[in-house]
């Protein structure tokens, strides 16, 4: 594990009872659509347009997420193709009410770019 956050902080949000299953751990399906919304958020920035997930790859969860825990996602542009965006994704748990940050999960996200019609569009150079 790192010792400290790789990437950008993309997304803070709060983890509520109504995420979490019976045992208080909250669903993976939960922090995994976080993601998603973090790495929407940046590749969309960088594609200046719209962009969609087209695939995540190398997801494993290493912690679980707890009500309470404030749930950072962090972004990180780590390759640009003609119509893609690649984002290694790390996200770290402050949890409740401490300074503690724990890495939890990561994954490596695809984003395409689209145009107005639906169709994959080229990435604008930086």
Not at 7 to 14: D, F, M, N, P, S
Not at 114 to 126: F, K, M, Q
Request: hydrophobic share 50%; aromatic share 6%; charged share 15%.
């Amino acid at each position: 594990m790192h010792a400290a956050p790789t990437g950008e902080l993309t997304l803070r949000t709060l983890a509520m009872p109504a995420d979490a299953n019976a045992a208080g751990d909250i669903f993976g399906g939960w922090v995994m659509a976080q993601m998603d919304l973090a790495c929407g958020i940046r590749a969309a920035e960088r594609a200046r347009g719209r962009v969609v997930t087209a695939a995540v790859n190398e997801m494993a969860f290493a912690l679980p997420v707890k009500i309470g825990d404030t749930l950072c996602v962090y972004t990180d542009v780590v390759r640009v193709g003609n119509t893609s965006i690649t984002l290694a994704v790390e996200v770290w748990a402050q949890r409740y009410l401490t300074h503690v940050m724990e890495k939890v999960t990561h994954a490596s996200f695809v984003m395409v770019a689209l145009d107005a019609s639906g169709a994959p569009t080229p990435v604008p150079p930086n």
